[in-house]
């Protein structure tokens, strides 16, 4: 490389592009020409530095380890503050994107110019505080921006929390509980209780998306929209039969209506999503219930979620296993249809993994081993078994971050002495 192209280069650059003509010669006497090859790292985060560099022909990626920060090509200036402030660390890594040729400034042979010639030093303060001007307006920008996305996302909660249920079926004989704690702002867990068929049968729904964040949230409403409204339609259809007798009788395990609703439920949910978003790859583990007060049988379906415990005072009475594969991932999927038995005295509890999953400290789980223990301790309403659970996940994780969705739906038979 000349002197003269070195010189352009250098004049080019938005670190010199108003610097007197006498000071870039100057400095073009002292740089050294370097270069790095595509992939080649030439300095990580942390790193002491002692030079700084002016891009001459290729291009860079400033980055902190997968985060990709910037990329800068020809005329772009890094490495500047780590060189002129003593014992300060690189605050980037720099990765070459193509081969490079860089134009090195030493901080001895800088220092020792600015020491003779005042007017670099001048340039040098007048560029930095134009730098430190633009870095104060970009955050400040960004600054409304990121407000101006919590309030939206704060809006987007309070829509999404609308999707879960404000109160849940209060009947003689029995109770319903719930626990909901979302990890994020917005939520992949959703549950669900609602009557139909006269009020007599309640649907029963507990359901886990795939992922984190935002998208998880869409697709949970999706997911939980598709799931009650089938329901519900379903019930509908019930009601618009012409023989009045069979109208009034609500549908149980024992007829084919609960077995036909929730599959139907279940089969037009999982079609919908694998088949019109298969590219997203999004899918939902789901327990599904449809639980008769006169008679407590439940019939149930369980597409790859968490087994339900089933439980009384003498401890835990059954699992409620899968029947079925996730939802949204495989068209066509068969779900099957099981039948379980809610007596007097017995309470039901679905749970997300965030329970079992949840992590303290050290990085351990909760684990099934010790949820289940708490199943073992005699009688107690569904509430009681709700706030027991939380409360030992609490000790449990102490200060730990929350990673997933807590959620736990509870039913409880309960003996007719105690209503």
């Known amino acids: 490389m000349t002197a003269d192209t070195i010189y352009k280069d250098l004049r080019l650059s938005l670190l010199l592009e108003a610097t007197p003509d006498s000071v870039v010669n100057k400095l073009a006497e002292i740089v050294e020409i370097t270069s790095i090859k595509a992939g080649e790292t030439l300095f990580e985060k942390g790193d002491q530095g002692n030079a700084m560099y002016i891009i001459s022909s290729g291009e860079v990626r400033a980055h902190e380890g997968d985060l990709k920060l910037s990329l800068l ?34 901080r001895d042979a800088l220092f ?52 879960l249920p404000k109160s849940l079926p209060q009947e003689p004989g029995w109770e319903f509980a719930a626990h909901f704690r979302a990890a994020r702002e917005v939520a992949g867990d959703f549950y669900d209780a609602f009557e139909v068929s006269s009020g007599r ?102 597409a790859g979620h968490e087994a339900p415990v089933i439980f009384n005072r003498e401890g835990i009475k059954r699992r409620l296993d899968p029947t079925g594969p996730v939802v949204g991932i495989f068209p066509g999927a068969n779900y099957g249809i099981e039948q379980a038995q809610l007596n007097p005295g017995d309470c039901l509890i679905a749970y997300s993994d965030g329970v079992t999953e949840a992590v303290n400290i050290n990085a351990d789980q909760f684990g099934e081993g010790r949820l289940l223990s708490l199943f073992e301790r005699g009688e107690r309403s569904a509430q009681d078994t709700l706030e027991e659970v939380i409360s030992q996940l609490h000790d449990f994780t102490g200060d730990a971050e929350q990673f997933d969705d807590i959620t736990l739906l509870g039913v409880c038979n309960v003996p007719q002495d105690k209503t």
Request: proline fraction near 2%; aromatic fraction near 8%; include cysteine.
């Open 73 to 106: 090509g020809k005329g772009r200036v890094f490495g500047e503050m780590a060189t002129l402030a003593e014992n300060e660390v690189r605050s980037a890594s720099i990765t070459a994107e193509k081969d490079c040729t860089l134009l090195r400034l030493e």
């Open 112 to 163: 020792d110019l600015m020491s003779r010639e005042p007017e670099i030093a001048k340039t040098f303060i007048h560029v930095l505080c134009q730098r430190e001007k633009n870095f104060i307006q970009d955050v400040t920008k960004h600054s409304y921006e990121v407000r101006a996305f919590e309030r939206e996302l704060e809006i987007g909660r309070k829509i999404q929390a609308g999707f």
């Open 201 to 302: 049968n309640v649907a029963l729904v507990l359901g886990d998306v795939c992922d984190k964040g935002i998208g998880a949230a869409l697709f949970m409403t999706l997911f939980r929209s598709l799931i009650r409204a089938t329901l519900i339609s379903g019930d509908i259809m019930n009601w618009a039969k012409t023989d009045a007798e069979l109208r009034d009788q609500p549908f149980n395990i024992e007829t084919p209506e609960c077995s036909q609703s929730l599959n139907t439920a279940a089969c037009l949910a999982n079609n919908y999503i694998a088949r019109t978003h298969a590219k997203d790859s999004m899918f939902a583990s789901m327990f599904l219930g449809m639980l008769n007060l006169d008679t407590g049988s439940l019939c149930y379906l369980n």
